[in-house]
């Protein structure tokens, strides 16, 4: 049989879907032919627009039974809300602050994925996918000083990696994009600096919204079957150099 190289029919929840990367994400999945609920900080909008706070294990839980409940199967899910401090050097990080970028970063993903999971779990099939960073694992970046938001897209990594080898015999992938550079409103206190990276990225240009919800619907797909618990780097060369 043929693998399904598009969404058409799929149920697919996304996390931080009013942001920048969100945003377009929505827009490919519906453009691919899923079914797309969003879920973001703010009121409810109603439809397919769910209030969610993904630091509160509760507020994920119940926007996501309630896109169950609608839709009786949750075939993919998309972990992308994240915040990130402004230039805090370490010495002067106070433990509130980290604790609010890792509620968001790293919780938030945790309370996305194990909620969802669990549907896909018991459905027998599902595909997860958290939005990390070159700044986990492949980089520091330079100058913004952002040890918390570094930790914690590491830690996603992590997760990511440990949730799909818990999951992968039961049907339900779980896997990452970790890109670079991407001019959205959480860079918006960074202008200055886009210069500075710019040199550093052998493209020569920051990545769109639009690369990042491309590489994110190729890995909600089935014909990415084979890709478990991977993290796929989009940096525009940053990290090579
Ligand atoms: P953005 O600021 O445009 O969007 C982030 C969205 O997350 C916002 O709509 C915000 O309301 C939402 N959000 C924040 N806290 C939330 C919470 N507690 N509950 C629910 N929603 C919440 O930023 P973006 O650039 O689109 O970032 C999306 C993801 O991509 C983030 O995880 C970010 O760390 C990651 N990322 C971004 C870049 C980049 O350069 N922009 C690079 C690598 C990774």
């Known amino acids: 049989m043929m693998e399904n190289r598009t969404l058409q029919g799929r149920v697919i929840v996304v996390t931080g879907a009013s942001g920048g990367i969100g945003a377009a994400t929505c827009r490919r999945l519906r453009d691919d032919g899923a079914t797309v609920y969003e879920f973001?900080?703010?009121?409810?909008?109603?439809?397919?627009?769910?209030?969610?706070?993904?630091?509160?294990?509760?507020?994920?839980?119940q926007?996501?039974?309630?896109?169950?409940?609608?839709?009786?199967?949750?075939?993919?899910?998309?972990a992308g809300a994240g915040i990130v401090e402004d230039n805090v050097p370490a010495e002067e990080m106070s433990s509130e602050e980290f604790s609010?970028?890792?509620?968001?970063?790293?919780?938030?993903?945790?309370?996305?994925?194990?909620?969802?999971?669990?549907?896909?779990?018991?459905?027998?099939?599902?595909?997860?996918v958290a939005i990390?960073?070159?700044?986990?694992?492949?980089?520091?970046?330079?100058?913004q000083k952002q040890c918390a938001y570094n930790a914690s897209k590491a830690g996603v990594s992590a997760l990511v990696r440990s949730l799909a080898a818990e999951w992968a015999g039961r049907g339900v992938r779980v896997n990452a994009v970790a890109p670079g550079y991407i001019e959205t409103e959480l860079l918006a206190k960074k202008k200055?600096?886009?210069?500075?990276?710019?040199?550093?990225?052998?493209?020569?240009?920051?990545?769109?919204?639009?690369?990042?919800g491309a590489a994110i619907a190729f890995l909600l797909r089935e014909e990415s079957g084979y890709f478990c618990g991977s993290e796929l780097l989009m940096d525009g060369g940053y990290t090579l150099i």
């Open 100 to 128: 609010r970028i890792l509620s968001v970063n790293l919780f938030g993903v945790f309370h996305t994925i194990t909620s969802a999971g669990r549907y896909m779990l018991a459905q027998g099939h599902g595909s997860c």
């Open 63 to 78: 926007a996501m039974a309630e896109v169950h409940a609608r839709e009786g199967r949750i075939d993919g899910v998309v």
């Open 192 to 212: 200055h600096q886009f210069a500075q990276w710019l040199a550093h990225t052998p493209q020569g240009r920051m990545g769109s919204p639009a690369d990042v």
């Open 40 to 61: 973001d900080l703010g009121p409810a909008a109603g439809g397919f627009q769910l209030s969610v706070n993904v630091a509160d294990a509760q507020s994920v839980d």
């Open 132 to 143: 990390s960073s070159m700044s986990g694992n492949h980089t520091v970046n330079t100058p």
